[in-house]
């Protein structure tokens, strides 16, 4: 399957997951439902123009590799968190739990294939 095609799958799977996480987050009260909430909407519109319009432009990929990072981060920061415990053994704890880990998964994914891609960009 051609990178480009690989990078544009993960990358949609980790907007989705990073939506699927940010809602859990408000649903739990871990982050409150206010306008500031809304700060990730822009985020995602210009990480899926990035995806589908800029797709092997050298702009998308810095634009991916950035939002990559974004997502690769959000795990991390959960997993340093005191609640992380309780949360995990909670109702629905599991599924918490599984985004943040496949959130990781896709966004470092996403990374590696958005590297490469400004890679070969800049060697042709």
Not at 40 to 56: C, E, Q
Not at 78 to 93: C, L, M, V
Request: hydrophobic share 55%; glycine share 10%.
């Amino acid at each position: 399957m051609k990178q480009t095609v690989l990078l544009t799958i993960t990358s949609l799977l980790t907007m989705l997951l990073a939506l699927f996480h940010v809602t859990d987050d408000i649903a739990r009260g871990l982050d409150p439902a206010r306008p500031a909430s809304l700060v990730m909407v822009p985020i995602l519109v210009v990480w899926l123009y990035a995806t589908l319009v800029l797709a092997g432009r050298r702009s998308g990929y810095v634009i991916l590799i950035l939002g990559s990072l974004l997502g690769a981060y959000i795990p991390v920061l959960h997993f340093q968190g005191r609640r992380i415990g309780e949360i995990a053994t909670s109702s629905g704890g599991f599924f918490f739990i599984w985004t943040l880990l496949a959130l990781g998964v896709t966004a470092v994914f996403s990374l590696i294939l958005s590297a490469q891609g400004l890679w070969r960009l800049r060697r042709g």
